[in-house]
């Protein structure tokens, strides 16, 4: 039971990194892509709106559902989570050769990590300026 609060919990997070999963696992070579997936940066550019949308969904979600919510804010408690983010992306970059047909690229591996640790920061600008 305690299981299904978690998932009830985060359930917008875990939608989150299904999308993060299925779009970095894809196989997009045999998709018809706009014109503006043809700018160099927007592979990077993609992984830094995707991990800092999901850090800061998680943030979100953690802080709506969270007893004492000034914890909230404290970066030296958030950083294991921020943490498991990074570690999702590096797994992501260790497993997309294996995985799929696309390569190991570190550039966005560091995408994911600014994505990350901007998302949380972005959280808390937002609870800053609209909290209670």
């Known amino acids: 039971m305690q299981f299904l609060r978690i998932i009830n919990r985060y359930k917008f997070s875990i939608i989150c ?8 696992f894809v196989n997009i070579g045999s998709m018809s892509k706009p014109d503006f997936f043809a700018v160099e940066w927007f592979d990077l550019f993609a992984h830094f709106l995707m ?3 999901f850090t800061f969904v998680f943030f979100t979600e953690k802080y709506r559902k969270s007893a004492n919510q000034k914890d909230a804010f404290k970066f030296y408690l958030n950083c ?3 943490f498991y983010a990074i570690l999702l992306g590096f797994l992501i ?13 570190l550039f966005d591996f560091f995408a994911d990590v600014a994505g990350a640790t901007a998302g949380y920061f972005v959280f808390n600008l937002f609870k800053k300026l609209f909290g209670k």
């Open 17 to 24: 990194i299904a999308i993060i999963l299925y779009v970095c």
């Open 80 to 82: 294991k989570y921020i």
């Open 93 to 105: 970059e260790v497993f997309q050769p294996i995985l799929s047909t696309r390569s190991r690229e």
């Open 51 to 53: 991990f800092s949308g």
